[in-house]
């Protein structure tokens, strides 16, 4: 990404600043590396492989049923058994006291202002005006001087409502608000990349709009570049929700959040495997940005891809103990277009960086290959086979059909026994872990009735995989603002104990 050195302000930039800009901002990467594009979501050489693999799945089917039925079930399980067996490797080394990086409130506030790098915080917003109060009130607090502390409120020029929310909440005291030209792609990593050309800091963040970082988050996360190698490029914060008891769904997303971002990136990273960034609170070094191509515009988990880039390119990223609040999806509609769009996007990451299997295998080592390939393809496509078993599992207790028990002979049958007492166990128990961490007892329902959260996730990743043939670059809205305010209270609470709290 090729931009003037000092950035204009935005409002003094030229026309043609701005045009260079956004065209940079949509097809930059696409021009300068289009194998690391998802504007085209199959290369010709996957494609054929996928219509080839369907073609002899569909003949096998007809001439050979039972067998064909055995042998895809077979494989399946080894994927289930594979993928559960993983995932307990990558808890179980998440546990560690070491497995997260912690800077002490008086190692934070002891780094004098004048040794504090220029920081920018990129905060894209579409359609959003019922959170701009919030947003205001939750910037205002952070710990960081303001005269190196750049932040840019990205709005579509075309979002009036907005724009007007913002100008008459009076953001300009605190924050400048770069208008991004309407075009398409309409995403958020496009916008993104177009507010980068102004950007002033070495060190670059996001911030969805609804987001409540922990004022400390910027010391400690200067304060951890200071003290690590240049290496590493990103520092991963923390997200969890605030208002996870406003109702069982909420109380779902908690508990995997806790999870999630506790133990299993932790987990990664002390692995050193490539890291799915959280699409907020990941603060990455600019020259890292520059180097590596900065966002996809066209791929809808931009912070998914970006984590694999870096890894790819040898750098790394830290996970940091520094909290921030977002709000949960609270209406199941709602959710399930954010999932969706996680599902799919997760997809588009493992279908880019495999188009050449090879080098991804020599640049991040065999172990991280099949680790990220279980975690970016295995995570969707497993959630799609979940609703495919579970037809199996009813249609066997209603009816216990022949042809069902003919494709279990004993080498399927206890693996996917397995999977189904121990890998549902192990995943219930690690929600509770999750649970404890957010320091919040009402979701232990959350984590016994787990099973109905996964029928919401196996519908998600059907949504996502038909809509990655489809429509792979579409952008599905998640619209915020939604949260009871008592359950934000009590829940921001416990979030804030949790920041010191055990592990």
Known sequence: MTVSSPPPHPD??????REQALHDAVHGLRERDPDASASVAFVSWQRMLLIAQAAVFLVCLFLWPQVTLTVVT????????????DRLVVFRKGLA????????????????????????VLVPAYHEPEVIGQLLSSLSVLDYPRDKLQILLLLEEDDDVTITAANEAGVGELVTVLL??????????KACNYGLHFATGDIVTIYDAEDVPEPLQLRRVAATFATRDERVACVQAKLEYLNGGQNLLTGWFTVEYGVWFSYLLPGLMRLKAPIPLGGTSNHLRRSVLDDIGAWDPFNVTEDSDLGVRIAARGYTTAVLESTTLEEA?????NWMRQRSRWYKGYLQTWLVHTRHPARLWRQIGAWPFVRFTLLLAGTPLIACLNMLFWFITIAWILGQPVLIGDIFPPWVYFPALVCLLFGNAATIYMNLIGARETGNPRLVWSCLLVPLYWLLMSIAAIKGVWQLLFRPSYWEKTFHGLAGEADTTVDAAGAAQSESGPR
Do not use: H, M, Q, W
């Open 97 to 120: 006291a070491d497995a997260i990086i912690r800077v002490s409130d008086e190692e934070a506030r002891a780094i004098p202002d004048a040794d504090l790098p220029p920081y920018t």
């Open 180 to 189: 991004v030209p309407a075009a398409e792609p309409r995403t958020k990593p």
């Open 329 to 333: 999806n609270s209406d199941p509609i």
């Open 74 to 85: 077979g494989v399946c399980t080894v994927a289930y058994v594979l993928t559960l067996g």
């Open 12 to 17: 003094s930039a030229s026309a043609e600043f």
